[in-house]
Every structure is written in structure tokens, then in C-alpha cells.
């Protein structure tokens, strides 16, 4: 049973654009929560991360939002930018098995001209 | 800058062989991982280890084996290879040293295509 959800599979954007990206999590331990980008044929890279202690992070066009309450999270990108354009998989943590982390499926990302 | 790497990026073999696929980090990290990445399904991790020869299962084992005799290095094993197994591979590694809020690093991937 998936752990980390993230529901839409694939997304569209037109450069310049908001891209939102959405992941929920059913287990309640879980207190760090990453995102990371991955292009065709490479590893994923880290893109940005957030603690259950904060609702916010930002790091330049990055911004990723926690709602504890409703085990939700997402991932702005403003503005969208053709290099964008890649498989984004949201991934956490729980308390006490720190360094091992449960990944959701991936959602596409295609930023068009 | 960590440096993961994996021992081949593209990997064809036939039904029945045994297959090695190994990863090597640079970082003196002691947490080390493989996964297995295939659409609509995530990252699924296959194996991990926290120190020399120790290993734990992750959530997909089966038809897997691992080793690891030297701390920057770990091997998966697919004992007998089979077609479900075609997949992308992805090593990882963090350093629980580095604190509690830290990131996996990853290796490049070793597309393996089992025929």
C-alpha cells in the first residue's frame, strides 16, 4: 500500500507559467518530506525539502508547501521554465527510520513554449 | 560533491542469467540503497544497508540478493534474471551523520532490459 500519493500522473504548462504539483501521505510519522527531479536516462536529483515543524520553504522558483492537517503537500514552480520539464517525485521520511524514505509515483512534467 | 556511481547505464541479458549490478560512493556515507523505478509505480526500494555486511529487505526483495563487504560499495544480485525485472536500477546514499534532515544521493541509473 503506497504510503506517498501522488495522484496526477502527468502535467502541462505553458512556459512562464505556475506549475503545481500535489503529493499526499497517509502515515502520520512521517516528518520530512523531499522533492526531486529526474530527467530521462539520469538519477534523481534533490531539489528542495521541508520538516513537519515548518508549512513553508522556498529556495528561488521553488516553493513547497506542508499541510500537516491534511497530510498534504505541493510544489510551486514559479516562473516555469523549459528545463523544467521532467518526472518529479515527491518522497518522505518518518521518525525514527531517517534515511530510508518512501517515494510516490511521479508526476510529468512538460513545459511547452 | 558526493559522487555515486553505478557500474554500467545500459544492461541487456537473457532469461535465467545472473546479473550484477554494482554501486560505488565516494563519501564515506554508511547508508546505502537500491531501488527500482518503473512507471506509474515510483521508486520501490529493493534493498538497504546501514553498515559492512549488513542488509535489510525493503519493500520489493524477492529475486534479489545484495552484498556489501567494503563501505563504499554495494552490489545488487539478481540471482536468476527474469523479464519482470526489466527496470531502471538507482543506487542511493545518505550519511545519518550528516543529521537527521538530509537528502538520498543518487547514482545515474542502470537501465537493465532482461530477454
Known amino acids: 500500500d503506497q504510503q506517498v500519493k501522488q495522484n496526477s500522473p502527468s502535467l502541462s504548462v505553458q512556459e512562464g507559467r505556475i506549475s503545481i504539483l500535489n503529493c499526499d501521505y497517509t502515515n502520520s510519522m512521517f516528518d520530512y518530506f523531499l522533492w526531486y527531479k529526474k530527467y530521462p536516462a539520469e538519477g534523481p536529483t534533490f531539489l528542495i525539502s521541508?520538516?513537519?515543524?515548518?508549512d513553508k520553504n522556498e529556495d528561488g522558483r521553488f516553493t513547497v508547501f506542508l499541510n500537516k492537517s491534511a497530510k498534504h503537500l505541493s510544489l510551486h514552480i514559479v516562473p516555469s521554465q523549459p528545463g523544467d520539464s521532467a518526472v518529479y517525485f515527491c518522497?518522505?521520511?518518518?521518525?525514527?527510520?531517517?534515511?530510508?524514505?518512501?517515494f510516490g509515483a511521479g508526476t510529468q512534467v512538460v513545459v511547452t513554449p | 560533491d558526493v559522487k555515486v556511481t553505478q557500474s554500467s547505464r545500459y544492461l541487456v541479458k537473457r532469461t535465467g542469467e545472473k546479473v550484477f549490478l554494482e554501486c560505488v560512493q565516494d563519501?564515506?556515507?554508511?547508508?546505502m540503497f537500491w531501488y527500482r523505478q518503473d512507471p506509474g509505480l515510483g521508486l520501490r526500494l529493493i534493498y538497504f544497508s546501514y553498515d559492512v555486511k549488513m542488509k535489510e529487505k525493503g519493500d520489493i526483495p524477492e529475486g534479489y540478493s545484495v552484498s556489501r563487504e567494503k563501505k563504499e560499495r554495494f552490489s545488487l544480485i539478481l540471482e536468476s534474471a527474469s523479464t519482470n525485472q526489466t527496470s531502471m536500477y538507482l543506487c542511493?546514499?545518505?550519511?545519518?551523520?550528516?543529521?537527521?534532515?538530509?537528502?538520498?544521493?543518487f547514482g545515474p541509473g542502470t537501465r537493465l532490459t532482461v530477454l
Open positions: 542511493a546514499t545518505i550519511s545519518p551523520r550528516s543529521g537527521r534532515y538530509n537528502e538520498q544521493f
Open positions: 521541508i520538516s513537519s515543524i515548518k
Open positions: 563519501m564515506d556515507h554508511e547508508n
Open positions: 518522497a518522505a521520511s518518518a521518525v525514527g527510520s531517517w534515511g530510508k524514505f518512501q
